[in-house]
């Protein structure tokens, strides 16, 4: 069973609309917790990390939260673009010690005009 | 500054051979990580290597592996390739691993 679960799937937006993914995990002990934004057929692109201390980062447009006590992270994301069009992952990382990095199936966000 | 660069951009192989893939990690960056991607498992975590030592491992046979050099660049072996094996990989690059990566535009590897 996957440790790292996200929701939804996928959603579709209209364009300047707001929206929230939500990452929950069990990953246990907890480093930190990434969101990645990866546009079709190329790499990812870090958006925020955070650690255990942190329950908010944001990056521009996109904020991030972090609850640890209910190991529920989310990603909300302002104003929508088309540009925003991607799959959104969120990977947890357990203690460095012990080399666990977990990553979520994703979200594919489709944002139309 | 110029980004994390990886080579070959493309690559095909046959079963039963290796490969030997390059990341070139941002300027200052000491910490270079390797991803697979596949459309069946996703992103997942190869290994990490840091200051020419490997730091993390994720779960994969021992058929891959990699190094890095003094100049922090590293490169990514697969020997005895199978059909599975191929992928989008990826390689990201930070300062000490615990802040934003930087990833590379990937290498995509198709396996005959």
């Known amino acids: 069973k996957n440790q790292v679960e996200q929701s939804p799937q996928s959603l579709i937006i209209l364009e300047g609309k707001n929206c929230t993914l939500q990452?929950?995990?069990?990953?246990?002990?907890?480093?930190?917790l990434r969101w990645y934004k990866q546009d079709t057929g190329r790499g990812p692109v870090s958006l925020t990390i955070?650690?255990?201390?942190?329950n908010t980062k944001s990056n521009g447009r996109y904020t991030a939260t972090l609850d640890a006590d209910t190991k529920q992270s989310s990603l909300h994301i302002t104003a929508s673009q088309l540009s925003d069009s991607a799959s959104y992952i969120c990977v947890v990382s357990a203690d460095r010690l012990s080399d666990d990095m977990r990553f979520g199936a994703g979200t594919r966000l489709t944002v139309k005009p | 500054k110029a980004g994390v660069t990886q080579t070959p951009r493309y690559l095909i192989k046959t079963r039963g051979q290796q490969v030997t893939l390059s990341c070139s990690p941002i300027s200052g960056h000491r910490s270079v990580s390797w991803y697979q991607q596949t459309p069946g498992q996703g992103l997942q975590f190869l290994f990490e290597y840091f200051s020419e030592t490997q730091r993390n491992k994720g779960n994969f046979p021992g058929r891959f592996s990699g190094r890095q050099f003094s100049n922090s660049r590293s490169e990514m072996n697969v020997s005895t390739l199978e059909l599975g094996d191929s992928a989008l990989y990826l390689c990201?690059?930070?300062?000490?691993?615990?802040?934003?990566?930087?990833f590379g535009p990937g290498t995509r590897l198709l396996v005959l």
């Open positions: 990201a690059s930070s300062f000490t691993g615990e802040e934003t990566q930087y």
């Open positions: 955070m650690t255990f201390s942190e």
């Open positions: 990452c929950n995990y069990t990953v246990s002990p907890f480093s930190n």
